[in-house]
């Protein structure tokens, strides 16, 4: 098959490196500049990152910057101390240069006409398979600050569902950034001291899996909505969209793949829509119901996979 994959992020990354040895006909394309720092707290769960890595040659281990002793989650009147359940962060940026190492990416742009499938793994922008009917989009403002203060790392949830402040420790510096649809709330991040560099950028929590083909173009990654709705973890859930778009494009050939491709999304991704659900609810006020129930047990799952251990009864004191 001509295949093309557009955006060589951590998705598309991923997915080239799944396909390159593959036998098939393999395009790339990102117009980034070498050196591109990616807007993004670079956190992820230790051990799936290296069971990940691992399957596409690297070792996850190498990666690792700083690993949390433990993790402070607060919102505006309280804050709860839990234990790691392997959060850490990485650095990204040799990461996604070692997983594209030896592959030719063109700075062009590229006709979805010559290729049978296109793999468009452009994040926030959906540059090719479109724009969705409905989007939700946080804005996020991040800064590598020099120093690391302090050892935890801290998430501090916003009121009402309007996202949260963190501070990641990253070796010798610190990574403090800001998401939130209320762009007051991001501004403390402009005054930060010792700031190093300053980044910024969308991001996209709701979950677009009906919105993921469009005639032979594929949504992977963030353009497809592989973001959790309550942590804005999207690295690890990239790759795993792109293990299973990889692997159900082999195992079911391109017609079936375009087909099912939405249900396989909705599938292996189905807490996003439950927890899109919650952050929808919290934004209305009505977090506080029995349909709810379910979906803290959800959340739960989530942090947990995100590296954060935290038990029902920590979470329903500390942040709801
Ligand atoms: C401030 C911030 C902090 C975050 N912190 C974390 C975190 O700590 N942990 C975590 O797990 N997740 C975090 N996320 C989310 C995570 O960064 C993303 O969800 C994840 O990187 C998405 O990967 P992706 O490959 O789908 O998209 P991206 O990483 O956005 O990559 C998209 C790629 O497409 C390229 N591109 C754009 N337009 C085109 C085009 N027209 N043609 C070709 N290529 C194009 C871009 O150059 C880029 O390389 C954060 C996000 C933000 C914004």
Same mark, same amino acid.
């Given at each position: 098959?001509?295949?093309? *994959?557009?955006?060589?992020?951590?998705?598309?990354?991923?997915?080239?490196?799944?396909?390159?040895?593959?036998?098939?006909?393999?395009?790339?394309?990102?117009?980034?500049?070498?050196?591109?720092?990616?807007?993004?707290? $670079?956190?992820?769960?230790?051990?799936?990152?290296?069971?990940? %890595?691992?399957?596409?040659?690297?070792?996850?281990?190498?990666?690792?910057?700083?690993?949390? !002793?433990?993790?402070?989650?607060?919102? @505006?009147?309280?804050?709860?101390?839990?234990? @790691?359940?392997?959060?850490?962060?990485?650095?990204?940026?040799?990461?996604? *240069?070692?997983?594209?190492?030896?592959? /030719?990416?063109?700075?062009?742009?590229?006709?979805?006409?010559?290729?049978?499938?296109?793999?468009?793994?452009?994040?926030?922008?959906? /540059?090719?398979?479109?724009?969705?009917?409905?989007?939700?989009?946080?804005?996020?403002?991040?800064?590598?600050?020099?120093?690391?203060?302090?050892?935890?790392?801290?998430?501090?949830?916003?009121?009402?569902?309007?996202?949260?402040? $963190?501070?990641?420790?990253? #070796?010798?510096?610190?990574?403090?950034? @800001?998401? %939130? !649809?209320?762009?007051?709330?991001?501004?403390?991040?402009?005054?930060?001291?010792?700031?190093?560099?300053?980044?910024?950028?969308?991001?996209?929590?709701?979950?677009?899996? !009906?919105?993921?083909?469009?005639?032979?173009? *594929?949504?992977?990654?963030?353009?497809?909505?592989?973001?959790?709705?309550?942590?804005?973890?999207?690295?690890?859930?990239?790759?795993?969209? /792109?293990?299973?778009?990889?692997?159900?494009?082999?195992?079911?050939?391109?017609?079936? =793949?375009?087909?099912?491709?939405?249900?396989?999304?909705?599938?292996? =991704?189905?807490?996003?829509?439950?927890? =899109?659900?919650?952050?929808?609810?919290?934004?209305?006020?009505?977090?506080?119901?029995?349909?709810?129930?379910?979906?803290? #047990?959800?959340?739960?799952? !989530?942090?947990?996979? =995100?590296?954060?251990?935290?038990? *029902? $009864?920590?979470?329903?004191?500390?942040?709801?």
């Amino acid at each position: 098959m001509k295949i093309a *994959v557009a955006g060589m992020g951590v998705a598309g990354s991923t997915i080239s490196s799944l396909l390159h040895d593959s036998g098939h006909d393999l395009s790339l394309f990102d117009p980034k500049s070498p050196g591109f720092y990616p807007p993004c707290g $670079w956190a992820v769960n230790e051990r799936e990152f290296c069971h990940l %890595s691992q399957k596409i040659g690297l070792n996850g281990e190498d990666y690792v910057l700083s690993r949390a !002793d433990s993790i402070i989650l607060s919102n @505006s009147s309280r804050s709860i101390r839990l234990q @790691s359940g392997g959060l850490c962060t990485i650095d990204k940026m040799r990461f996604l *240069v070692d997983l594209a190492d030896g592959m /030719a990416i063109s700075r062009g742009r590229l006709s979805p006409r010559e290729y049978d499938i296109v793999f468009d793994c452009t994040g926030i922008s959906r /540059a090719y398979i479109g724009q969705p009917r409905e989007d939700f989009r946080m804005s996020a403002v991040e800064a590598l600050v020099a120093g690391s203060q302090k050892k935890e790392f801290v998430f501090n949830y916003y009121p009402g569902g309007h996202g949260y402040s $963190w501070s990641f420790p990253l #070796g010798s510096n610190t990574h403090i950034g @800001s998401g %939130s !649809d209320r762009t007051e709330l991001n501004s403390f991040v402009l005054s930060l001291p010792n700031k190093i560099r300053l980044t910024g950028r969308d991001i996209r929590i709701r979950p677009l899996f !009906d919105e993921a083909v469009s005639g032979n173009v *594929v949504a992977v990654g963030e353009s497809a909505g592989t973001v959790s709705p309550i942590t804005g973890e999207g690295i690890l859930p990239s790759m795993r969209n /792109a293990f299973l778009a990889a692997e159900k494009l082999e195992r079911h050939g391109k017609e079936d =793949f375009l087909k099912y491709y939405p249900r396989f999304l909705r599938e292996s =991704f189905a807490q996003y829509i439950d927890l =899109f659900g919650l952050v929808k609810d919290a934004r209305m006020g009505r977090l506080i119901r029995p349909a709810n129930l379910m979906k803290v #047990g959800t959340a739960i799952r !989530d942090l947990k996979s =995100f590296g954060i251990n935290a038990g *029902v $009864w920590k979470i329903l004191k500390g942040v709801i």
